[in-house]
């Protein structure tokens, strides 16, 4: 994709100094995108993937030896905020895409809930300039669904599509007014470009901050009914159904919903969901210590609801899992529950988080869930990512699936350390993180820009 | 001569952090307290250079003075901090305005917030106890230590068959939870009367009963909590009316004749007079209003008094 180019090729400054020739040895190679899982060996010439090496380009080639490691296509996160511009002392281009690549994630794309909000083709330039100048990742950049986000009026989507957008979203919030919603999805829908929504009825959630139910009751907390994330799913595979648009649905959490997604599906309609770590491996029962990093929108469900989660990942019912890294320094979360920001920040504990729960707990096995942050992550979008198919682009991860670790707030890469797994002894870590051939993290420190 | 067990809380923020055995430390407490000094306005010196900080982020008046009567009556000095007076509304940080008040070497530091889990999140902060004067409509420990302490002096400390019924608006109501917790603890079987959408059911997972019938609620009931009824910004959602909620569940002579003799009727105040409650009865013989509002302050004494003892501990003799 010309973007992507683009992003890795003008920001190539950081690129001067890799190898031409890249050989991965002994891993266990997974590439869900070709029914791979095998001990073997990836080979990369000038940034792309390749079958083989000859003598020459062995002898030449930088060996990186992956025993015991697993060796897949980078991780593909559809749903990060980066903050910039407007909120950089949150997170920016440099430290978020940092966050990324110590994660595993190779490949991000970034809402466009910064100040001012990406709803025109300058300020989506600007993002894609700062990606240029400061990504150690590939980012791609979505604008708003509405002027603003104020769900009123259409923002150009033909512009920023043309700006270079891969989808449109207000996400953060959710546009309440289904005439706009129609005309949105369906005005989309010439351009081919997905419209993601961020399923919230705002009327039902007025003064919510946490799940409704037994738990709200008795910590006294405004409660989040299911029925707000249910009732704009409804709507949107009702609108995808009559205008063929494709819409998709961002961080599923209720068990409702995830069935009405299911029959959806089975009728034909264009939808596609994600799922979040956090909403598949924790319930709202942590709520009880009013722990600010257990607050995000949506918020934490039931075990019900988790399983059904899992449930939907496994089924295909949910396409893909996204973190929805949200940062938000420690003196705008460091407030009474219901005055702290929603969300926590995701990207460097996707992995140990998703092998835990995914995994561990017996639900799949590790290929499943390779394509679950890989190939249908990129699918989703049509993002060119999320494979080691010859001649795709050398994005690649190595990760050590036993290595046990601390999530040690000093330790991370994203300028916020707003994460429920703050101080936690998790299980699965990146080794190296490979962008265009270009290794951008390295276990302990990523890649520096100049 | 009164001990203080095994009391190891430094604040007070829930009655449901608290056991069965340190509810009984308190009431003997209160009770002792309650014997000594009467009716009398005498003071123990027991909490004497110590001060306490009253932070009400939320206004209220009677919790309030039954706090600063509360330390006044135990010789602490006490000083009053709202929300408007505080640096709060200029966008300083609770934290840095409890670290502020520690500093000003503050011994107890006494909470009215509108945000539930602010007490527990100010204790998480600072060294001095934390007593939660309400937080939302989390809790509102002190007000239920009172009720059930009105209760006690009546049925014993064993509340064993005897049902409890609270009436009114418990979804936002921080009294309804606290003394559902307390309740329970000390044997009572608890029932929430009111319409559906301001007692949902979920509330059964607390242990109690939900029910919409008053008539049901009522025949059998032992003593009858009822709460305030607003209709404000939160609630205006939530049912039509207060004429309707009047109409509805609103203790009148007709309702109040299918209470047993001797029913005790309690109101944590301030009453709405002609919505919740009939003006009558509410000056009824049944009522127990007014003696609510005379133990709200020993049973505050009796938790400054603790809390302040499991930092620096009192010497027995000080006490009483
Ligand atoms: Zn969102």
Redesign the pocket.
């Known amino acids: 994709m010309r973007e992507r180019r683009e992003s890795r090729f003008q920001g190539g400054g950081n690129l001067v100094a890799m190898s031409k020739v890249l050989w991965i040895s002994g891993g266990r190679v997974i590439d869900p995108a070709n029914n791979r899982d095998e001990s073997g060996d990836v080979f990369a010439v000038d940034g792309r993937v390749v079958s083989s090496l000859s003598e020459e380009q062995k002898s030449a080639a930088r060996r990186i030896d992956a025993g015991g490691l697993v060796v897949c296509p980078g991780f593909v996160d559809i749903?990060v905020h980066l903050r910039e511009p407007g909120q950089t002392h949150k997170e920016n281009i440099a430290s978020g895409t940092r966050a990324a690549a110590a994660g595993g994630f190779t490949t991000v794309v970034c809402?466009p809930n910064t100040e001012p909000p990406a709803d025109n083709a300058g300020t989506i330039q600007f993002i894609k300039d700062a990606i240029a100048r400061d990504a150690v990742v590939n980012v791609y950049p979505t604008g708003c669904i509405t002027v603003g986000r104020q769900g009123e009026r259409l923002a150009p989507t033909g512009s920023l599509k043309r700006a270079g957008v891969v989808a449109i979203t207000d996400?953060?919030d959710c546009v309440q007014n289904n005439e706009i919603m129609r005309r949105a999805v369906e005005y989309a829908k010439m351009f081919d470009i997905c419209v993601m929504d961020?399923c919230q009825d705002a009327a039902l959630t007025e003064g919510s901050v946490m799940n409704e139910g037994a738990n709200s009751i008795r910590f006294g907390l405004g409660g989040w009914p299911n029925s707000a994330e249910d009732i704009i799913v409804s709507r949107n595979v009702i609108l995808s159904s009559y205008s063929g648009a494709h819409i998709h649905l961002?961080?599923i959490t209720s068990a409702y919903a995830v069935d009405i997604i299911r029959r959806a599906k089975q009728r034909g309609i264009r939808i596609t969901a994600e799922a979040s770590p956090h909403h598949i491996s924790l319930t709202d029962d942590l709520l009880k210590t009013y722990d600010v990093n257990y607050k995000m929108?949506?918020p934490l469900r039931t075990e019900e609801d988790r399983q059904a989660l899992i449930s939907g990942l496994l089924d295909g019912t949910l396409d893909c899992i996204a973190t929805?890294h949200a940062p938000h320094t420690d003196y705008e979360k460091d407030r009474e529950f219901d005055y702290a920001p929603f969300g926590i920040i995701g990207l460097e504990t996707a992995l140990a988080v998703c092998l835990q729960t995914l995994v561990v707990a017996g639900k799949c096995d590790l290929p499943f869930l390779v394509s679950l942050l890989t190939n249908k992550p990129a699918k989703v979008l049509k993002l060119d990512a999320g494979t080691l198919s010859p001649g795709a682009m050398a994005d690649i991860t190595i990760f050590d699936p036993e290595r046990e670790w601390t999530a040690n707030p000093d330790d991370y890469q994203s300028r916020s350390v707003n994460s429920p797994w703050n101080g936690q002894q998790l299980r699965g870590k990146v080794a190296q993180t490979i962008v265009a051939g270009e290794i951008v993290w390295s276990g302990e420190s990523a890649s520096k820009m100049a | 001569m009164t001990s203080t067990g095994t009391w190891t809380h430094k604040d007070f923020i829930s009655i449901e952090d608290i056991t069965r055995d340190e509810l009984e430390i308190l009431f003997k407490l209160a009770s002792s307290f309650k014997q000594t000094l009467g009716r009398s306005q005498k003071k123990l010196p027991s909490l004497r250079g110590k001060t306490l900080v009253n932070l009400f982020m939320e206004p209220s008046t009677r919790t309030r003075v039954s706090f600063e009567i509360a330390a006044s009556r135990l010789s602490a000095d006490s000083i009053f901090i709202s929300a408007s007076a505080s640096s709060l509304v200029k966008g300083e940080t609770l934290r840095d305005t409890a670290r502020n008040i520690v500093a000003l070497n503050a011994d107890l530091l006494v909470m009215r917030h509108s945000a539930p889990g602010s007490s527990l999140y100010l204790s998480k902060i600072i060294d001095i106890p934390v007593i939660n004067a309400g937080d939302g409509a989390h809790a509102h420990p002190t007000q239920a230590l009172l009720d059930c302490f009105t209760l006690r002096e009546r049925w014993g400390s064993d509340f064993s068959g005897k049902k409890v019924t609270i009436l009114g608006d418990i979804l936002f109501s921080r009294v309804a939870r606290s003394n559902i917790w307390a309740l329970q603890k000390l044997g009572a079987k608890v029932t929430l009367v009111g319409p559906s959408t301001l007692v949902p059911e979920y509330f059964s997972a607390m242990g109690v009963e939900v029910s919409h019938d008053l008539k049901r609620a009522l025949v059998d009931t032992d003593a009858l909590m009822l709460l305030r009824i607003q209709h404000e910004r939160q609630t205006s959602t939530h049912f039509p009316s207060l004429r309707e909620y009047t109409s509805m569940f609103g203790l009148n002579a007709m309702r109040a004749s299918w209470l047993k003799p001797g029913t005790i009727i309690m109101h944590p105040g301030p009453i709405n007079r002609g919505v919740e409650i009939d003006s009558k009865l509410a000056d009824s013989d049944h009522s127990v209003i007014l003696e609510q509002v005379t133990n709200g302050i020993i049973c505050r004494m009796a938790v400054l008094y603790l809390c302040a003892s499991a930092v620096n501990p009192v010497s027995r003799e000080e006490v009483i």
């Open positions: 749903h809402m996400d953060g961020h961002q961080h929108n949506p929805d």
